[in-house]
């Protein structure tokens, strides 16, 4: 299953807040594996031929080392309320200060739902180390906590990996 699948799964159920952190009773789909754990208050998979890294405080999964195309799921405690936009306005600030030719791929923000909570999807292209990377980015809200899967691809892998 490539990405297009596994970014449909990672929206629909990345933020099914469960509320408690037992998920020893949670079934993946048919070809994919568990990609969240206790600490998380979310659920999520990724196909089951993806290498899952949670050895960082950042859940992520790459395809393998001859594609290093990954998904990465974080999740912050905000220290006051903020507005989507205005979270986006200092992280997109703090992107650019690093990676100056940061470019939005298409219009951005498009605007979708986790879970019936408000979110924004970008889509962009930067250069990291002297590689060109494409990034698409969901970014969602709730309860004081800022959660952000991000895919990352060179943009030659980034299409290859969300057809079926």
């Known amino acids: ?38 600490h998380t208050d979310y659920t999520a998979f990724v196909p089951v031929s993806w290498m899952v890294d949670m050895s960082t405080g950042t859940l992520s999964a790459y395809v393998s080392s001859a594609d290093a195309s990954n998904v990465s799921i974080t999740a912050q405690a905000l220290e006051a309320p903020t507005a989507l936009d205005d979270y986006w306005k200092g992280y997109e600030e703090d992107f650019k200060a690093t990676f100056d030719d940061m470019e939005y791929v298409g219009e951005a923000p498009t605007t979708t739902t986790l879970s019936g909570e408000p979110a924004n999807k970008y889509v962009y292209t930067a250069t990291v180390t002297g590689t060109q990377y494409k990034f698409m980015q969901v970014v969602c809200i709730r309860e004081m906590t800022v ?10 892998a980034y299409d290859g990996n969300m057809e079926d």
Do not use: R
């Open 147 to 156: 959660y952000v899967i991000t895919y990352t691809s060179t943009p030659d």
């Open 1 to 38: 299953m490539k990405l297009k699948a596994l970014f449909a799964i990672l929206i629909l159920t990345v933020m099914i807040f469960s509320g408690c952190s037992d998920q020893t009773d949670i079934e993946a789909p048919d070809g994919m594996k568990l990609f969240s754990n206790e």
